[in-house]
């Protein structure tokens, strides 16, 4: 039997008995990645579309009618799903121009008047209303099952809902009290005429709370709901979860902050719009059940100011990215050193075995909190997926014959990191050396790039694809992602993709973001460049009549390898930057490496100019 057969034999009986108010059984049952708080990553109490699908890929969209299993997801997962997926599942390659939506493919394939059931508390409210225009154009209906039938399928076998404890942000990381945030978020409140504002993203709650957790492994964030006014800050959670410190927190802050159960957000919303004279604040990428609760009339729809005011680093956040960026570059000049040195002496190492060398680095550096995300320490043909994590199953040695890629990061308290280096430990074929130096230069193009203030991140995304572009080759993700800190290593509204953002504000000075491009040979090998860059202000000739001018600054420091690079493919003007870059690298990490001759003496050589 296929490892998915029984569930979803399971999941369609449920299907043929759900009840909604609209609805008496369901034609089909969506599935989508996210919790109730619409994370991009979850606890294992919330990865439903993982148990019924087998797909582990943290974006994805699973579809169960009855008689079909089909699985949307992106570009960086396309590899995984094909090998995660049985044999009962489709997968929809979504974001190739022949993949239909899920509105419009459950619209083709079901009869006119059938219903469509969600959790709504795990959709967003944006999602489903996109799903169920396309559904309506079909004669279809969209309906909200108040139990979830992945829950009643998976049954006792259920991971918990976790519930570790809060800790709270000192001052000297955080840089500025809750009450100069809220007043921040009231000024912006007053200006749209709202009177409360509901807030259920966790990175936004804890940012503003200066709060922080780890209910969700490499996100240090904790399960909450916050309701704000003019006069109150209402947070909904598990009071056994409160840090022991909590009123000299309040204290510390210049706030009283009320404390309900989590569970009773539903209640709290009601409360609100009962006793509201003006409008309700609720952004529409918080869940379909939160905006129900608001009529209408009620709802001011829009990206919450707290997501924007997160977004911009205030001069304490700013010194932490700096700063937890060098002493991870210590650390992962450290791991390269050891590791290239490792394989030239034909020690054993594997994917593994290199993930946990590297994290045991970085647990030596001030401040060391966790790791941001699973490490992707990939070799060879695992290379090629662009979210690969090593597994016992897939483990590959790191050797000098296959090309070695590791995207990893850090959790400080000061800030959080996110780099990925490519290397060749032995001779790199020719293309491999081509397609390098193509996401070099596409990576140095980017990193220089002055453009005007609040320009869209989806307009700079050219730039660094046009090398790879002139040959015919390109890259499924997206180019650049907004960092917390400490906080998601994946963090919006803004981004650098070719996907529209719908709530990018246009890129503003201390924002930090991404600048990874890379290139994926199918089965083969993969390569990506990435490094975290503060968008900083630029004094050009002309200043864009007057709107202002931004270019970005790199922050991560670790050399990029320089023997995969075909100079001749360089402009002057990018090896001066690649240059300038090492000799940055040289001079910021080397006083640190003093009494670490091995490693200094490896960080020489790589940052020599070419």
């Given at each position: 039997m296929k490892a998915t057969t029984q569930k979803l034999s399971n999941l369609r009986e449920l299907m043929q008995r759900a009840c909604a108010p609209e609805a008496s059984g369901i034609s089909a049952y969506v599935v989508p990645s996210g919790d109730a708080h619409q994370s991009e990553y979850q606890c294992a109490h919330d990865e439903r579309r993982a148990f019924i699908s087998g797909f582990t890929g943290s974006a994805g969209t699973a579809v169960i009618t009855n008689d079909k299993a089909l699985l949307w997801t992106d570009g960086r997962y396309y590899q995984q799903a094909e090998k995660e997926l049985d044999e009962n599942w489709t997968l929809m390659k979504d974001g190739l121009a022949t993949t239909p939506s899920i509105g419009y493919w459950l619209g083709k394939h079901l009869p006119k008047g059938s219903a469509v059931g969600v959790d709504p508390r795990l959709f967003s409210f944006r999602l489903g209303k996109t799903i169920e225009k396309e559904l309506n154009a079909a004669e279809c209906n969209l309906i909200g099952i108040e139990r979830n039938l992945i829950d009643d399928v998976w049954g006792d076998e259920q991971p918990p809902r976790t519930l570790n404890k809060i800790i709270t942000l000192k001052l000297d990381f955080a840089g500025e009290t809750i009450a100069k945030k809220w007043e921040r978020v009231r000024q912006q409140m007053t200006m749209q005429n709202t009177s409360a504002?509901?807030?259920?993203?966790?990175?936004?709650?804890?940012?503003?709370?200066?709060?922080?957790?780890?209910?969700?492994?490499?996100?240090?964030?904790?399960?909450?709901?916050?309701?704000?006014?003019?006069?109150?800050?209402?947070?909904?959670?598990?009071?056994?979860?409160?840090p022991d410190n909590i009123k000299e927190h309040q204290c510390e802050n210049n706030v009283k902050i009320t404390i309900r159960p989590y569970e009773s957000i539903g209640d709290g919303v009601r409360e609100i719009v009962s006793n509201s004279n003006g409008k309700i604040w609720i952004s529409s990428t918080s869940s379909l059940y939160l905006n129900s609760l608001v009529p209408k009339p009620s709802r001011h729809q829009e990206i919450t100011p707290i997501a924007l005011l997160k977004a911009i680093k205030n001069d304490t956040e700013i010194k932490g990215f700096v700063n937890s960026h060098i002493r991870d570059g210590v650390a992962l000049c450290q791991y390269f050193a050891w590791l290239e040195d490792a394989v030239k002496k034909g020690e054993q190492v594997d994917e593994m075995s290199g993930a946990d060398k590297l994290e045991s680095f970085r647990k030596t550096k001030d401040n060391y909190m966790g790791l941001s995300f699973t490490t992707i320490s990939s070799s060879g043909p695992n290379g090629s997926v662009i979210h690969y994590h090593p597994a016992?199953?897939?483990?590959?040695?790191?050797?000098?014959k296959e090309v070695y890629l590791c995207d990893s990061g850090a959790q400080y308290l000061d800030g959080t990191t996110d780099v990925t280096r490519t290397f060749h430990f032995g001779t790199p074929t020719d293309f491999q050396k081509e397609t390098y130096t193509r996401v070099l230069k596409g990576q140095l193009t980017l990193g220089s790039t002055i453009f005007p203030t609040k320009t869209k991140g989806q307009v700079l995304d050219v730039l660094a694809r046009k090398s790879l572009w002139d040959v015919g080759l390109d890259y499924g993700?997206?180019?650049?992602?907004?960092?917390?800190?400490?906080?998601?290593?994946?963090?919006?509204?803004?981004?650098?993709?070719?996907?529209?953002?719908?709530?990018?504000?246009?890129?503003?000075?201390?924002?930090?973001?991404?600048?990874?491009?890379?290139?994926?040979?199918?089965?083969?090998?993969?390569?990506?460049?990435?490094?975290?860059?503060?968008?900083?202000?630029?004094?050009?000739?002309?200043?864009?009549?007057?709107?202002?001018?931004?270019?970005?600054?790199?922050?991560?420091?670790?050399?990029?390898?320089?023997?995969?690079?075909?100079?001749?493919?360089?402009?002057?003007?990018?090896?001066?930057?690649?240059?300038?870059?090492?000799?940055?690298?040289?001079?910021?990490?080397?006083?640190?490496?003093?009494?670490?001759?091995?490693?200094?003496?490896?960080?020489?050589?790589?940052?020599?100019?070419?």
């Amino acid at each position: 039997m296929k490892a998915t057969t029984q569930k979803l034999s399971n999941l369609r009986e449920l299907m043929q008995r759900a009840c909604a108010p609209e609805a008496s059984g369901i034609s089909a049952y969506v599935v989508p990645s996210g919790d109730a708080h619409q994370s991009e990553y979850q606890c294992a109490h919330d990865e439903r579309r993982a148990f019924i699908s087998g797909f582990t890929g943290s974006a994805g969209t699973a579809v169960i009618t009855n008689d079909k299993a089909l699985l949307w997801t992106d570009g960086r997962y396309y590899q995984q799903a094909e090998k995660e997926l049985d044999e009962n599942w489709t997968l929809m390659k979504d974001g190739l121009a022949t993949t239909p939506s899920i509105g419009y493919w459950l619209g083709k394939h079901l009869p006119k008047g059938s219903a469509v059931g969600v959790d709504p508390r795990l959709f967003s409210f944006r999602l489903g209303k996109t799903i169920e225009k396309e559904l309506n154009a079909a004669e279809c209906n969209l309906i909200g099952i108040e139990r979830n039938l992945i829950d009643d399928v998976w049954g006792d076998e259920q991971p918990p809902r976790t519930l570790n404890k809060i800790i709270t942000l000192k001052l000297d990381f955080a840089g500025e009290t809750i009450a100069k945030k809220w007043e921040r978020v009231r000024q912006q409140m007053t200006m749209q005429n709202t009177s409360a504002l509901i807030v259920s993203a966790l990175d936004e709650i804890a940012w503003f709370l200066n709060l922080r957790g780890s209910d969700i492994d490499y996100n240090p964030v904790f399960f909450a709901f916050m309701i704000v006014t003019h006069n109150d800050i209402v947070l909904f959670a598990d009071s056994s979860k409160l840090p022991d410190n909590i009123k000299e927190h309040q204290c510390e802050n210049n706030v009283k902050i009320t404390i309900r159960p989590y569970e009773s957000i539903g209640d709290g919303v009601r409360e609100i719009v009962s006793n509201s004279n003006g409008k309700i604040w609720i952004s529409s990428t918080s869940s379909l059940y939160l905006n129900s609760l608001v009529p209408k009339p009620s709802r001011h729809q829009e990206i919450t100011p707290i997501a924007l005011l997160k977004a911009i680093k205030n001069d304490t956040e700013i010194k932490g990215f700096v700063n937890s960026h060098i002493r991870d570059g210590v650390a992962l000049c450290q791991y390269f050193a050891w590791l290239e040195d490792a394989v030239k002496k034909g020690e054993q190492v594997d994917e593994m075995s290199g993930a946990d060398k590297l994290e045991s680095f970085r647990k030596t550096k001030d401040n060391y909190m966790g790791l941001s995300f699973t490490t992707i320490s990939s070799s060879g043909p695992n290379g090629s997926v662009i979210h690969y994590h090593p597994a016992k199953e897939t483990n590959r040695p790191i050797n000098d014959k296959e090309v070695y890629l590791c995207d990893s990061g850090a959790q400080y308290l000061d800030g959080t990191t996110d780099v990925t280096r490519t290397f060749h430990f032995g001779t790199p074929t020719d293309f491999q050396k081509e397609t390098y130096t193509r996401v070099l230069k596409g990576q140095l193009t980017l990193g220089s790039t002055i453009f005007p203030t609040k320009t869209k991140g989806q307009v700079l995304d050219v730039l660094a694809r046009k090398s790879l572009w002139d040959v015919g080759l390109d890259y499924g993700h997206g180019t650049g992602h907004g960092v917390g800190h400490f906080l998601n290593v994946h963090e919006g509204p803004m981004g650098v993709g070719f996907r529209l953002m719908p709530d990018d504000p246009g890129l503003q000075e201390n924002m930090f973001i991404s600048n990874e491009p890379g290139f994926y040979k199918d089965g083969e090998f993969g390569i990506r460049i990435e490094d975290i860059v503060q968008i900083v202000s630029a004094q050009p000739k002309h200043n864009f009549a007057n709107r202002g001018a931004l270019t970005f600054k790199t922050i991560t420091m670790c050399p990029k390898q320089t023997k995969m690079i075909i100079k001749e493919l360089l402009t002057e003007q990018e090896i001066k930057l690649l240059n300038d870059y090492h000799q940055l690298v040289w001079e910021t990490l080397s006083p640190l490496l003093s009494e670490d001759a091995f490693t200094l003496s490896w960080l020489q050589n790589e940052t020599q100019p070419i």
